[in-house]
């Protein structure tokens, strides 16, 4: 498909289905009345949701597209450095100490505080190890995971009933709890991210050749590499912050945006930003939908859509694709 | 224009680099030999600075560790032993990759950036698979594309990795004779490492003949080539001659 057709599509089709997501509720299909003081409230409620959606969607694709390019491996995703465990630890630590009770920001706090933390110490012991070596970075994020998931259940051994349902449902992805504040601070921390990747675009086209290679061809790897590993993980902490662990959207939308644009950073990385935010904007919308008034967790319909999605596109041969 | 004095490197505990000192002129033509292990690409990574080492090794009169990547680019191009051959970029975005240094951090390539590109692949014969996959091509498409891309930076130095290994007969011949052109009305510096030597004597009026980590001999074809230093190097028995009429040696390992 031709650049020019495709930015056509996505001008008429985008729109559409961001307005299909922002009239989809638990209560059906439609408008709510504007005329009331519940309407307005119930369309500022689905806006905010809505937005929320596209961002943490975009921010979890932007992530893994930019990880597959800099551990050169097809199966990275925003987790692949413990993000997840690093997260769902903090936010375990903030429900199990009962400060995020005192305030609503203090769970998104502890999770993104915690997720930071655990790339920062993946990278200290990455860069000990084998200077950013993917396989290097890969094993001490699957490590380091692993890790933090068996403190995770330490931590749930000794907590309540009512806060391992909450880290429970927390884990399992959700979008409804985000406010205007805590939206609008994921808002600016994912656009710097966005921003930041976007300038090393070039850069990741040139890591695909690999680490060496990108060097003799002019790239500072021993500053972009940390540079994309720390953008990739601010969006991905942002977005874990105000929705919880929401798998899939980071693995599979830069393989299918990769085979609608090609492997150009600099048109697969908008591209896939659009695509995640959404594809996750219609998979909360079913979450809403199909088993309503009961809502399901997103993470679930991520899954469940996602993976036959993506088997379907692999395998659908292109006539361009190696044997 | 590339200097070594004393130059040791290795990998871990393993010296892969010892004690060897090198100058090479500019516009300089000069083929790297030796054995497997000899220490022949752990050369070109000492040049390019991806290997440390002890001892001096300036580029241009410059330090090639010290040098930023930029910099470094623009002044010299490798052309790898292996390409990672999965990647689906079109060849005129892989050429393209090539000039990365020289590129807008935003925005699309200017025409000075379009019109390297293009001139490397008419250099390289390789202008008429512009539009092709990356992946879809022969071993030997992809090499030549792989110099296309180091040609399209305009660099003053090529190192080349066994840049011959894929390519039939003819594109062997263009090759050199690519080379012996840049080097001839560019004054571009060529170190290439070599396995077929009957092809570098025709091509190199210098040979560098490495035995573990070590210069075994660095000089003509005529002085390089002869079965007694070629048995010590290779660890076989090895018969060398002049063929008629060129002056080309042939080199055949005898069983």
């Known amino acids: 498909m031709k650049l020019r057709h495709l930015f056509v599509a996505a001008l008429v089709t985008v729109p559409l289905l961001l307005a299909v997501g922002l009239l989809t509720g638990s209560a059906g299909f439609g408008c709510p009345d504007l005329s009331t003081t519940t309407g307005r409230a119930l369309l500022d409620l689905r806006l905010c949701r809505l937005l929320t959606g596209f961002v943490v969607g975009a921010a979890l694709a932007v992530s893994g597209c930019a990880l597959q390019a800099v551990l050169r491996n097809a199966l990275a995703e925003p987790y692949v450095l413990g993000i997840s465990g690093g997260g769902s630890l903090g936010a375990a630590l903030m429900l199990a100490t009962g400060l995020a009770s005192l305030t609503p920001l203090a769970l998104p706090a502890g999770a993104f505080v915690a997720a930071i933390l655990t790339l920062l110490v993946i990278c200290l012991i990455a860069r000990r190890a084998g200077g950013f070596a993917p396989h290097t970075l890969i094993l001490t994020g699957v490590v380091a995971g692993t890790m933090l998931s068996s403190l ?63 060097s003799n061809l002019g790239i500072r790897t021993q500053h972009v590499i940390p540079l994309i590993l720390t953008a990739a993980t601010l969006a991905a902490a942002a977005a874990v912050s105000i929705s919880g662990i929401i798998g899939f959207v980071g693995l599979i939308i830069p393989h299918v945006a990769r085979r609608i644009v090609g492997v150009d950073h600099r048109r697969l990385l908008p591209v896939s930003a659009i695509g995640g935010g959404v594809f996750l904007v219609l998979c909360d919308a079913l979450a809403r939908l199909l088993f309503a008034p009961h809502e399901i967790p997103v993470g679930v319909v991520t899954a469940l859509l996602g993976g036959p999605f993506f088997l379907i596109v692999l395998t659908q041969k292109k006539p361009h694709d190696p044997a | 224009m590339i200097l070594l004095d004393k130059v040791s490197a290795a990998y871990g505990t393993r010296t892969v680099l010892d004690n060897l000192s090198l100058h090479i002129r500019w516009g300089e033509r000069v083929a790297l030999a030796g054995a497997n292990g000899a220490g022949k690409s752990s050369l070109l990574r000492v040049i390019t600075g991806h290997l440390p080492a002890t001892g001096t090794v300036r580029v241009d009169g410059q330090n090639p560790c010290r040098l930023p990547p930029r910099r470094r680019a623009r002044l010299m191009a490798v052309v790898p032993q ?108 060529v170190l290439m490492v070599a396995h077929d030597l009957t092809l570098a004597s025709q091509f190199f009026s210098r040979i560098v003949l490495l035995h573990q980590g070590r210069i075994l001999s660095d000089d003509t074809p005529a002085n390089v080539l002869r079965p007694d230093i070629l048995q010590t190097a290779y660890g076989c028995p090895v018969s060398a001659f002049p063929l008629p009429d060129t002056p080309a040696i042939c080199v055949i390992p005898r069983a």
């Open chain 1, 152 to 214: 995770l259940l330490l931590v749930l051994s000794f907590a309540r009933l009512r806060v391992v349902h909450s880290v429970t449902w927390w884990m399992m992805g959700n979008l409804s709890g985000a406010t205007w504040p805590l939206l609008f601070t994921v808002i600016g921390l994912v656009s710097l991210a966005c921003l930041l990747l976007q300038a090393e675009a070039r850069a990741m086209n040139a890591l695909l050749l690999g680490h060496e290679a990108a």
């Open chain 2, 82 to 189: 292996e390409i990672p051959t999965d990647i689906p970029f079109s060849a005129s975005d892989f050429v393209m990759l090539g000039r990365t240094a020289l590129l807008p951090r935003f925005g699309a390539p200017t025409a000075a950036d379009l019109q390297a590109a293009e001139e490397a692949m008419r250099l390289t014969e390789t202008w008429d698979l512009r539009m092709r996959r990356f992946p879809e091509m022969s071993g030997g498409e992809q090499q030549r594309l792989a110099l296309a891309m180091a040609l399209s930076s305009r660099p003053e130095v090529i190192l080349l990795d066994e840049p011959t290994s894929h390519l039939d007969l003819r594109h062997r011949i263009d090759l050199m004779r690519l080379l012996e052109r840049l080097c001839k009305e560019r004054g571009i510096t």
